[in-house]
Nanobody, 119 residues
Framework: EVQLQASGGGLVQAGGSLRLSCAGSGFTFDDYSIGWFRQAPGKEREGVSCITSTNGRTYYTEFAKGRFTISSDNAKNTVYLQMNSLKPEDTAVYYC????????????WGQGTLVTVSS
């Protein structure tokens, strides 16, 4: 069974940094793409970034470019999202998800981790 566990959220001041972790089990990371999404209060869920470790390809939503970095440690079955220069508008519940390489649907989701950025 594919399982994902997101962690690393917390309260940080604007301009600060956080590193989120997504630990996976029940599947081989090489066979999956891992994505980060977020949902702010009263807003729809939106994509943040994703990585396909088998080919090293990464993708960032515009607001994440230059501030966030996604990386993968396949030995630990963990994907990280390093978030720098955080802004109050980055406040949201962050989720990680997985989909088999070559597919389009994010079939597997972890529970969220709350990131709160104070001004």
């Amino acid at each position: 069974e594919v399982q994902l566990q997101a962690s690393g959220g917390g309260l940080v001041q604007a301009g600060g940094s956080l590193r989120l972790s997504c630990a996976g089990s029940g599947f081989t990371f090489d066979d999956y793409s891992i994505g980060w999404f977020r949902q702010a209060p009263g807003k729809e869920r939106e994509g943040v970034s994703c990585i396909t470790s088998t080919n090293g390809r990464t993708y960032y939503t515009e607001f994440a470019k230059g501030r966030f970095t996604i990386s993968s440690d396949n030995a630990k079955n963990t994907v990280y999202l390093q978030m720098n220069s955080l802004k109050p508008e980055d406040t949201a519940v962050y989720y990680c998800a997985a989909r088999p390489v070559g597919t389009t649907e994010w079939d597997h989701w972890g529970q969220g981790t709350l990131v709160t950025v104070s001004s």
